[in-house]
């Protein structure tokens, strides 16, 4: 099986907003942008999972990092705050970037070749210092530009695009969980997929709810080196492995999305390791995606992936028996077919942003039943 390639960028996502405004130009105008627009609001949605301290300190209980948060402070994550010893959410229902593009751009094994609206609010539990999205996910919402856009309005805003989906994306969903869970369950009423796309640094019981209102998740699984993961991310590795356990053993479909970081995770033995780690705990039918990386945020020092080393890992995967993995963010327009992980018919025909299905039929292989991991109709 060829190892195939996406040429569709999530970097695209940097020139539109929900406001018109080109985020990639937030961060050196972002105080000239907080003039320009209406003043933030004040958080009036509470937050969920979380519990009180006494003396009007809380404890939030989204995710392992438990932040511990006195009256009038915020966690790490910049956008959960404690208001009299209440714990609020600031993001709800105002995202700062909302746009319109190819599923393609999260998601491989989702509904191929249709629009999805991609929502991201701003702030993240995790500080990645290769972030490419780093100006929405490291700014706090009031730094951000904004749009005040309740669930349902989000829903009716992707029905009218022509949208089949709401991706949540650009930050973590995880910190805006309480948006993106009531968003989902609009979204269901109205016959619009719900996905999102999360770094998985999340606690079971909240995460156990998002896969019940989730058509498909995708992990950022970096790696499966714990010192990596403290070293780049700064979290503990073994929550995120329990993560896209948990998402796979759910009704949620699981895909994987691997950032190559050259000197890190782009050698044949991550693609050995790595791909046998999916394998033996995900199932050699989980779509991978090794995504290239481009000099971004803290690692601006480090070079964009080799394509040759991206394919290696691909084949290196491959051959341990991982059925459907994909190169991804690339420069130019590339193959994204999906083949059946039996007989190899291809079953999607996807070239750049051409895309056909020519041989699926409710999921599986119309050649030999073969049942495809994913969301197909
Ligand atoms: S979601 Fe935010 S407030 Fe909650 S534990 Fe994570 S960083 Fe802290």
């Known amino acids: 099986m060829p190892c ?81 010893g209440v714990y609020y959410s600031t993001v709800y229902a105002l995202p700062c970037s909302v746009y319109v593009g190819a599923i393609e751009e999260n998601f491989l094994h989702v509904l191929p070749g249709t629009k999805a609206l991609q929502v991201g609010t701003a702030g993240c539990n ?39 989906s709401i991706c949540f994306t650009y930050n973590d969903p995880v910190v805006c969980f309480e948006y993106v869970v009531d968003t989902a369950r609009v979204a269901h009423t109205r016959g619009i997929k719900a996905i999102c796309h999360t770094a998985g640094y999340i606690n079971d019981e909240p995460l156990k709810e998002l896969c019940s ?93 080799n394509i040759t080393a991206m394919q290696e890992v691909c084949k290196a995967a491959q051959d341990i028996g991982l059925q459907h993995v994909y190169l991804c963010n690339l420069a130019r327009p590339g193959d994204t077919s999906v083949h059946c992980g039996k007989c190899n018919a291809k079953v999607v025909d996807r070239q750049g942003d051409r895309c056909s299905i020519v041989g699926l039929t409710n999921g599986k292989c119309g050649k030999c039943g073969y049942e495809f991991t994913g969301v197909w109709e």
Not at 268 to 275: L, T, W
Request: charged share 20%; glycine share 6%.
């Open 213 to 305: 209102v989730m058509d498909s998740i995708a992990v950022d699984l970096k790696s499966v080196s714990r010192e990596v993961y403290t070293q780049l991310c700064g979290v503990n590795a073994d929550r995120v492995f329990a993560a896209a356990y948990l998402v796979k053993k759910s009704p949620a479909a699981l895909e994987i999305v691997s950032p190559m970081l050259p000197g890190y995770n782009d050698s044949v033995q991550f693609g050995r390791v790595m791909g046998g780690w999916i394998a033996k705990n995900l199932g050699v039918d989980v779509p991978w995606q090794l995504y290239r990386f481009y000099p971004a945020y803290q690692m601006e020092q480090v070079p964009v992936t």
């Open 126 to 164: 995790l500080h990645c210092k290769f972030c490419n999205t780093w100006q929405i996910s490291q700014t706090r919402p009031e730094q951000a530009p904004f749009e005040s856009l309740s669930p349902e309005q989000l829903v009716e805003r992707a029905i009218k695009e022509g949208c089949k």
């Open 4 to 84: 195939v390639c996406s040429d569709i960028s999530r970097r695209e996502f940097l020139c539109k907003t929900s406001a018109g405004i080109a985020v990639c130009a937030v961060s050196p105008f972002l105080p000239e942008l907080a003039h320009a627009q209406p003043a933030f609001p004040e958080p009036t949605h509470k937050a969920r999972y979380w519990e009180p301290l006494g003396n009007n300190i809380v404890r939030c209980k989204l995710e392992p990092r438990a932040c511990e948060i006195g009256e009038g402070e915020r966690g790490a994550c910049g956008v959960r705050e404690n208001v009299g």
